[in-house]
């Protein structure tokens, strides 16, 4: 791994996106590779090692931030704080105040949060954060372990497996897994299975006690996705300590955090030592997803002599990472100190980046705790108030803290050593464009912050052409912002009636969809998307809420979108009155509603429509026969589990005319030829090797689409996508990069045994050599033993201290050193 990074991310092969990345990760491998065959002791650590190694490519330090955005400007205002939740969403949502956008503009490229209540649905914020590009940093809750009536600290001897298990299950069900997949979110970076236990649980001073309950701990982790049937990359598993000095460890007495990770590493190697019987390969676990973690308010400068220097003597193959980092109290300003310890972690592969504690200052908690935050809460603006788990609550805008010793704004510092773009501090306590709402109020606002400002009138009358199913094409700006200048102005009072009264005639400078529909506005809080799916079934005439498909339940989102697209279906109104439901659905082109693929709009487009007798329907009766080859496809995939042989027969099939209804055209499908792999039909050839998506996009090459979307991740029903050119030849490259590495891994393997054989040749030559001058070394030392002893009685009379043992001397001078540094 010479001078690069070994980030372990939660894959292996699969994170190594491009071809100048897999040139990075060989050498390491190769390295890594010769390790293995020479050093047989060490082969599972040095399997860690390899694992590394393979996910080096593309990987950058780790400039995170710690999140616990508690809403309260005084004491404890909320009963929970789990700020990944629905619930929060005004604080993080895009359309509120956007905490993930201003962490991604100060240049953080991941965020770490505290509060984890299982029971909550948390999909909805690891795909705010992909969207954005932060990936997610969660932490495992102390209610099973020092809260809940059944904690394993009083009730199980420090035995946590049945108490993590039960609470990570159903994590993995809320979120932390793809919906409708068995793999983990790609968000998702770290899970941290207990924050400062040596703190807590119970103390520092019976380390046996709480790595014990660590141990047992990632046993139950291992054990729920054994259960839930996780596949595919695992996430990484840490535990934060904190930077105390453990004198009860086994090791490391003197070093902060130091102790009580080996000692964390002796229970994973030896987990019956500890009084614990695994039910899992904990060893491999700990060697091949584990990242070590500590909390620190100490500055840049102290992390090696304190910490690093001999963390990458005793850890040479664990990564560590730092999850709370501010020191409050440097000199030298905070922006230095931060680009000092990045600067750190660029040196040294071992540490993989800090996360910046913290966001938001915490005012409930009073005293010195208030001096870390980076934004205090304002007072002038609010982006509204909302029920956080029935407690009343407001989203109040961000204002910039100061750094108590220079003064500086500390966001401008985070974002100086970040890397990052800033922030306009004069825009976060003043109405935005992009979020005020779409009526007269919302241009009212918009108008009086930004007088006769046609830009920033123009973002707003942008949404408000994407409401209508539209968009506004870049060559074709200069006559949007002409018409958004009358409506800046506030002495011609143009009204938001009038606006919408010309966006609906559809003027040349937009474009409208003829396939756009009406469904939730991924936007709009949780709760609000909840009550108007009541609204919305409660007003249909034609068409029961109670025949909402089994696919489209049990996520409000599926729900929302299947009962207001066909509430509005049935009105065909004005989008921006029939497709309203008080702010929480939104009528958009088939590009924005093919992102998110949930297979629960009833449309008109045949690649997204639902697979159901309203959306066949509609389809059907919107499209040419050409076009619905689309939707018969997806109705031989995903209704039948079957796929289509040649392109050629389904088009003939389609031009002939489909039948009335979706039941009758799944019987007429099973009983032609090109379909494939049902009962009494050909097999398919590709099946052997690939999933039903991969074969659409490998075998159908023949086909003109309208340019669908890809899938977002976590897609239930993938559309159908003609593959470009160049997929090829991407598909060449990594088969022949595939070949170079596994050669590489062979000669690194050949040249491993080769330099183990050569050592041990060596040293068969050094000892007959030894064993050939060995009279002569005795008789020497006989001598030498002599002469030694006649100085010492010599000395002894001069009152000298003669040739002491200097090997001695060193020894404790090196402890005196040690203790000291310590201290």
Not at 118 to 136: C, E, K, Y
Not at 165 to 191: C, D, S, W
Not at 200 to 221: E, M, Q, W, Y
Not at 539 to 544: G, V
Request: proline letters at 6%.
């Amino acid at each position: 791994r010479p001078g690069r990074r070994m980030q372990p991310h939660r894959s292996q092969l699969h994170l190594v996106r491009s071809p100048h990345g897999w040139l990075r990760a060989l050498p390491a491998m190769a390295i890594a590779a010769g390790l293995l065959a020479n050093r047989p002791r060490r082969r599972l650590s040095r399997l860690g090692l390899l694992l590394a190694a393979l996910r080096v490519a593309d990987a950058e330090v780790i400039k995170g931030v710690s999140y616990g955005p508690v809403p309260c400007k005084q004491n404890l205002c909320i009963h929970q704080d789990d700020f990944m939740a629905p619930a929060a969403k005004p604080l993080w949502g895009s359309r509120y105040r956007g905490d993930l956008e201003v962490m991604k503009a100060l240049g953080a490229n991941h965020v770490r949060l505290y509060g984890n209540n299982p029971a909550n649905l948390h999909s909805t914020f690891f795909d705010q954060a992909d969207a954005v590009g932060i990936r997610v940093v969660v932490g495992m809750s102390d209610w099973p372990y020092t809260q809940a009536p059944d904690n394993c600290m009083s009730t199980s001897a420090f035995d946590c497996f049945s108490q993590v298990k039960e609470q990570y299950k159903m994590n993995l069900e809320k979120g932390f897994l793809i919906e409708g997949t068995k793999r983990y979110h790609p968000t998702l970076a770290q899970v941290i299975v207990i924050n400062e236990p040596d703190l807590k649980l119970p103390g520092i001073d019976s380390p046996r006690s709480f790595v014990k309950g660590i141990i047992s701990a990632v046993d139950g982790i291992l054990a729920a996705e054994e259960e839930v049937g996780v596949i595919g990359p695992k996430v990484n598993l840490t535990v934060t300590f904190s930077f105390g000095i453990c004198k009860e460890c086994a090791t490391a007495k003197t070093v902060p955090a130091l102790g009580q990770m080996e000692e964390l590493r002796a229970a994973f190697e030896d987990p019956s030592a500890y009084g614990y019987v695994p039910k899992h390969n904990l060893e491999q676990a700990y060697y091949t997803r584990f990242i070590n973690s500590f909390n620190t308010a100490n500055p840049a400068s102290d992390m090696r002599p304190l910490f690093l220097d001999d963390y990458v003597k005793a850890f040479p193959d664990v990564p560590v990472m730092i999850q709370e980092y501010h020191c409050v109290y440097t000199q030298d300003g905070l922006e230095n100190d931060l680009k000092e310890v990045l600067k750190l972690a660029e040196e040294t592969p071992a540490l993989l980046g800090m996360s910046f504690f913290e966001f938001q200052r915490r005012y409930d908690k009073g005293g010195s705790e208030e001096e870390f935050g980076m934004f205090g809460l304002g007072d002038n603006y609010s982006f509204g108030k909302f029920s956080y788990f029935g407690d009343e609550v407001e989203a109040y805008c961000l204002t910039p803290a100061q750094d108590k010793i220079t003064g500086e704004l500390i966001p401008t510092a985070v974002a100086k050593a970040f890397g990052g773009p800033g922030l306009d501090y004069s825009r976060m306590c003043v109405p935005s464009p992009l979020k005020v709402p779409l009526n007269q109020d919302g241009l009212e606002q918009v108008r009086k912050t930004y007088p006769g400002d046609a830009n920033e009138m123009a973002t707003f009358m942008t949404r408000m052409v994407r409401h209508l199913g539209g968009s506004i094409p870049k060559d074709d700006r200069s006559s949007l912002l002409e018409f958004s200048w009358n409506y800046a102005v506030p002495d011609l009072n143009k009204s938001f009636d009038e606006a919408l009264a010309k966006m609906s005639e559809h003027p040349k400078f937009a474009r409208f969809d003829s396939q756009a529909a009406c469904f939730a506005d991924r936007y709009a809080l949780a709760s609000d998307v909840g009550f108007a799916i009541g609204e919305a079934c409660a007003n249909l005439t034609t068409w029961d809420c109670a025949k909402i498909p089994e696919e489209c339940k049990g996520d409000v989102w599926k729900t929302a979108d299947y009962a207001f697209s066909m509430a509005y279906n049935e009105r065909l109104g004005p989008p921006m009155e029939d497709c309203n439901f008080g702010g929480a659905a939104v009528f958009a082109d088939e590009v924005t509603y093919g992102t998110y693929n949930s297979g629960c709009v009833v449309s008109k487009s045949p690649v997204y429509s639902s697979l159901t007798q309203p959306g066949y329907e509609l389809a059907k009766s919107s499209n040419p026969p050409d076009q619905m080859t689309f939707y018969v496809r997806r109705v031989v995939t995903s209704l039948l589990g079957a796929d289509v042989l040649e392109d050629a027969p389904l088009e003939k099939f389609t031009q002939a005319g489909l039948p009335d209804t979706l039941e009758e055209l799944q019987a007429k499908l099973m009983s032609e030829d090109f379909v494939c792999n049902l009962p009494g039909h050909k097999a398919c050839p590709w099946t052997t090797t690939t999933s039903v998506e991969t074969t659409w996009h490998r075998r159908s090459t023949t086909h003109e689409s309208r340019a669908p979307v890809a899938s977002k991740v976590g897609t239930t029903i993938a559309p159908f996508v003609p593959p470009s050119e160049g997929q090829g030849a991407n598909i060449g490259l990594t088969q022949v990069l595939t070949f170079v590495m596994v050669v590489l891994f062979v000669v690194g393997v050949a040249l491993g045994v080769a330099l183990y054989m050569n050592n041990q040749s060596r040293k068969k030559k050094r000892k007959e050599r030894e064993e050939g001058r060995g009279v002569r070394l005795n008789k020497k030392k006989a001598e030498s033993d002599s002469s030694d002893e006649e100085a010492i009685l010599a000395a002894a009379k001069l009152g000298s201290p003669g040739p002491l043992r200097t090997t001695a001397y060193d020894g404790l001078g090196g402890q005196a050193n040690q203790a000291g540094r310590g201290a």
